[in-house]
């Protein structure tokens, strides 16, 4: 099991809204029922057999949205997988989907690993689809959520998503255990729309009290009142 700081943790119910997706789905993504696969091998797995998954990373959460995007493009589970599979031999780490090589070149000549369509029990095959129509099209429903993605240099796995399109809430691993946070005073959004619901809905007040600004809190604000999910 990874350790929490640093990491970001998210309960099911946190990542789900985060991402946008219904939590039983989220669930049976990162858990192996013996009946089918699961999707991901989670950060935060059970203590002790037979216990529930209850958590995920930050990279957890990273790897659903992009796998939500594929699957909206008719990827099918099995697919998703074998890909999943294939870029973490080729990249050599759990999270390629959080991994900047598995995101569109420069160029765009090149989107991810391939794996053996015609034997789908034969071994994996690590090399690079050409970009195509299929390609064009991950490329494109992908790159709205990757161009809200900062890279670690050192590790270039996904560092940081910005939730809003104006960047004014993130998250951030590093912060706060990776919970929603304001980015200019890094605090975080549950708190000031905590304090606003209860105090007359008056953002220069609950400035005041937290040592803010008034468009912070009402960044936080909008951001809960608003977001629909990062896969939305």
């Known amino acids: 099991m990874a350790q929490v700081a ?8 946190e ?4 991402i946008g997706m219904k939590v039983p789905t989220l ?7 013996g009946r089918r696969r699961s999707l991901f091998r989670g950060d935060y797995l059970a203590a002790r ?21 594929l699957k909206g493009l008719g990827m099918t589970p099995q697919r998703i997988r074998r890909t999943h599979a294939a870029l973490a031999e080729a990249y ?12 569109v070149s420069e160029k765009a000549d090149r989107v991810f690993a391939e794996f053996r369509e015609d034997d789908p029990g034969g071994p994996l ?9 299929e390609q064009h099209a991950i490329r ?44 200019s005073c890094s605090q975080r959004t549950a708190v000031l729309h905590a304090a606003w619901l209860a105090n007359g809905r008056d953002a220069p007040v609950v400035a005041d009290w937290y040592g803010v600004t008034t468009p912070e809190v009402e960044a936080a604000v909008s951001f809960h009142e ?3 999910g990062l896969a939305a």
């Open 6 to 13: 640093g990491n970001g943790i998210y309960t099911l119910p």
């Open 15 to 18: 990542a789900a809204a985060l």
């Open 27 to 33: 669930r049976s993504w990162f858990r192996d029922d």
């Open 49 to 69: 057999a037979g216990e529930r998954l209850t958590a995920l990373s930050f990279h957890d959460l990273v790897e659903a949205v992009v796998a939500v995007k």
């Open 92 to 103: 050599g780490t759990p999270h390629p989907f959080a991994y900047r090589g598995f995101f």
């Open 125 to 133: 095959r690590a090399g690079f689809l050409e970009v195509g129509a």
């Open 140 to 183: 494109e429903v992908l790159q709205p959520f990757l161009q809200r993605v900062d890279y670690d240099p050192r590790t270039e796995l996904a560092a940081l998503v910005r939730l809003t399109a104006d960047g004014s809430v993130h998250l951030d691993p590093e912060r706060g255990f990776g919970k929603p946070l304001v980015a």
């Open 226 to 228: 608003d977001f629909r």
